[in-house]
């Protein structure tokens, strides 16, 4: 009997599902994480008698043959982009990016990353890096000296000094996009790697080509909808738990093949 592969296939498939669940609610408070996605698609069938086919009996054609089949498949697990809502931190190099783009952000092997995680700081030399350390695109530096730091919304950012009236303009942040940012590879600390299908990251200027805009003092806040996924865990829930059903009725089966006399 098949039905036990099949519904084993249905328990693997919602405990994926589960897994996705949980790792959305794990980063509610996770800044600029948008919540995955688990799709399934149905497995081969076994094609005992194909649509279309001639009957041998009278020479008629089946209307809809006869087609098991033999379980489920996981097909992908995608980020659902969207645009979180911008809280205001007062932290002067705290930066959200309201529309479309990724900072760019310089791995210790040199290979570029990006991120939507604005929450940038500042090394003991001055230079703005992320929460783990990283240097942030394209390398800005602040002297000791500077009073104060502004981002505008085309990502310049400048430093004021006590004894200067003009601020000082220290270079400007770009933001990066892709033809397909769901094809971006997840690597963790809200990092994400160019992919294949991904596209060629294409670089640009805040508010030029479709790109989002900074906004100092903000941090975009997680898309994840706490409502929605508790729904989809009980969801997942249930149907675990009716696959879970049909192995028991299964095996009811099967014993009372062998008992037969």
Request: net charge negative.
């Amino acid at each position: 009997m098949n039905a036990l592969q099949i519904a084993a296939s249905g328990m693997s498939a919602q405990q994926m599902r589960v897994d996705v669940v949980a790792h959305n609610l794990a980063n509610m408070s996770t800044t600029g994480y948008n919540p995955r996605r688990a799709d399934f698609a149905d497995l081969h069938y076994q094609q005992l008698a194909r649509p279309g086919t001639v009957s041998a009996q009278d020479g008629s054609m089946l209307p809809t043959g006869v087609q098991l089949g033999l379980g489920v498949r996981p097909a992908s697990v995608s980020a659902v982009l969207g645009q979180g809502t911008l809280t205001e931190t007062g932290g002067d190099l705290d930066v959200a990016i309201e529309g479309s783009g990724y900072l760019e952000v310089t791995l210790p092997s040199g290979t570029p990353a990006y991120t939507r995680d604005g929450a940038l700081q500042r090394t003991a030399d001055g230079l703005i890096v992320t929460a783990d350390g990283y240097q942030v695109a394209p390398g800005i530096t602040i002297p000791s000296d500077a009073r104060e730091v502004a981002i505008n919304a085309d990502g310049e950012v400048y430093a004021f000094f006590t004894d200067q009236v003009q601020p000082q303009l220290l270079g400007q942040f770009n933001l990066v996009g892709f033809s397909n940012a769901k094809g971006l590879e997840a690597m963790g600390s809200n990092l994400f790697l160019e992919s294949p299908a991904s596209g060629p990251a294409m670089v640009g200027t805040p508010g030029l080509d479709g790109l989002g805009m900074l906004r100092q003092n903000y941090l975009e806040e997680s898309t994840v909808d706490s409502v929605r996924e508790v729904t989809e865990l009980i969801k997942a829930q249930r149907g675990y738990e009716l696959n879970a059903k049909v192995i028991t009725a299964v095996d009811q089966m099967l014993s009372a093949t062998t008992q037969v006399r």
